[in-house]
């Protein structure tokens, strides 16, 4: 017989058709330990291998309430894994379990959420992004309805960026900054900085295209005197920005110093305003370097050796015959590389900065999966054992007064509540009672809001001497519904007040 874990090691080594065989051979192993085994595993985060064990219990599994169920939890734990591997920055395996978290559940709203942001952190296929957004739109309600037309809006903005079309990345990320002001999204505060520093981005493009070093100092020069001031926003993209500014600056020094050098000059003294300026450039690079931004830093570390060149060749300065000629010779061939480090800095900067806010946002999908996971995982490991009996409706009693009663019906993944009370007329002459069904797992605020309205109108209908009692007993049993409860209490209370 096939212990569990001799069947561990067989999924870990990759060989799932050979633990797939041992498992119908000696059918030690059933459906549901398999299910049980995901859970645990899917618990601890090794979301791989909890995968494995849920493709096997499908597999063997011959009651099709088990099946359905275990493509649900199946699905979230794609999705889980599918999370994980982005943070590993892995978007194409990301992309992979997304599809299949999808494929098993077309209506699952973050999988499309979290795959369009990805496809907008990959700048590539951003018409599938759009698409993406859509869909997840058309299946999240309230809040996250809204953030997808916002995130939506992002994408254009970005093929505009692309196409260095300021104007319209503007407009855009406006568009994009309304929809997340309205839910009150923190990223409202990036995207405002995003705004204003693109017209900082714009200008420097164009002092950046000027092959004329000294000309392209003035307007770098102009540019950084009109700084945008941006409040709320946050590390990292605040210590990016401060870094980028800095790193502009000491361009435009460095190109400053040599192109002042004259007959006159004191080249010692330059020497050690460059000695100066190297220095300040280490200390942009640290901060760079402190919120692990790469391209910032391979860029100013460039332009550190270029810092360091210059200054060994002062001494050719200082013997030339034209000292402000040959100091000009040398500023404009290193200037091809100073001015190809920075244009390319200046768009990654752009780009990485909304990934790093971008990345917050699927944080925060990735976070309104875990009570589903918990309420899915609860769903499953109640509810198998009894789901194979064969019966359409199993309910539990676990809570009850005088006029409520309160029972958990696993299979259907809901709690049913009922109303005993004498209602002020009869509503069936047969079962004068009311019921309120509230599903397990999450409810958006609109849905929440709606069930509230249903329990005050039920609760009307009892007779009306008894109408505050009911309340009472019905708010003290609501408690008992774990996630869910707590949240329809607070609205039930806020209807009442």
Request: aromatic share 8%; glycine share 4%; net charge negative.
């Amino acid at each position: 017989m096939t212990n569990l874990d001799e069947l561990e090691e067989l999924l870990r080594s990759g060989k799932d058709e050979e633990a797939y065989n041992q498992i119908k051979e000696d059918r030690g192993i059933t459906a549901e330990i398999l299910i049980n085994e995901g859970i645990t595993f899917g618990t601890l985060g090794d979301y791989s291998i909890s995968i494995s064990y849920f493709e096997l219990a499908e597999k063997i599994a011959e009651d099709d309430e088990i099946i359905k169920r275990v493509r649900v939890i199946l699905a979230v734990s794609y999705y889980n894994r599918g999370t994980a591997y982005n943070k590993l920055k892995k978007q194409e395996k990301a992309i992979e379990d997304y599809n299949k978290a999808i494929a098993l559940n077309p209506e699952y709203a973050t999988a499309y959420a979290n795959r369009g942001i990805i496809r907008l952190l990959s700048n590539v296929n951003l018409y599938k992004a759009i698409a993406d957004f859509k869909f997840a739109r058309d299946f999240f309600e309230g809040k996250d309805k809204v953030r997808m037309l916002g995130f939506k809006e992002w994408v254009e903005a970005r093929n505009a960026m692309n196409m260095k079309d300021w104007a319209g990345f503007r407009e855009c990320m406006n568009d994009a900054k309304e929809y997340f002001d309205t839910i009150n999204d923190p990223l409202s505060h990036s995207l405002d900085a995003f705004i204003k520093f693109s017209y900082l981005d714009e200008e420097l493009d164009h002092a950046l295209s000027s092959y004329d070093p000294m000309e392209a100092s003035e307007k770098i020069e102009t540019t950084l005197k009109n700084v945008p001031e941006v409040e709320g926003l946050i590390d990292p993209e605040r210590t990016i920005f401060n870094a980028r500014i800095s790193s502009f600056a000491i361009v435009s020094e460095f190109i400053s110093s040599i192109r002042g050098i004259d007959d006159n000059t004191d080249l010692g003294k330059l020497k050690d305003e460059l000695a100066k300026l190297h220095n300040e450039s280490k200390e942009v690079e640290k901060l760079f370097e402190s919120v692990n931004f790469d391209a910032g830093k391979t860029t100013i570390v460039n332009m550190q050796r270029i810092i360091s060149s210059v200054k060994q060749e002062l001494e050719e300065i200082k013997w030339a015959a034209n000292r402000k000629q040959t100091a000009l010779d040398i500023l404009i061939k290193y200037w091809s590389r100073v001015r190809g480090s920075i244009q390319a800095l200046n768009g990654i900067l752009s780009r990485e900065t909304e990934n790093i806010a971008l990345e917050r946002g699927i944080e925060t999908m990735g976070s309104k999966m875990d009570d589903q996971f918990a309420e899915t995982k609860e769903i499953i490991t109640e509810g198998i054992e009894k789901s194979i009996k064969g019966r359409n409706e199993i309910l539990e009693k676990i809570g009850e007064t005088q006029n409520i009663l309160l029972q958990k019906d696993v299979v259907n993944a809901r709690y049913r509540i009922e109303i005993k009370a004498p209602l002020i007329s009869s509503l069936s002459p047969i079962s004068p009672k009311i019921i309120v069904d509230i599903p397990m797992g999450n409810l958006t605020e609109e849905q929440i809001k709606e069930k509230a309205e249903e329990i005050i109108c039920k609760i009307k209908s009892v007779k009306e001497e008894l109408q505050e009692t009911v309340k009472r007993e019905f708010l003290d049993v609501i408690k008992r519904i774990p996630v869910i409860g707590k949240k329809l209490l607070k609205r039930l209370e806020k209807t009442a007040d």
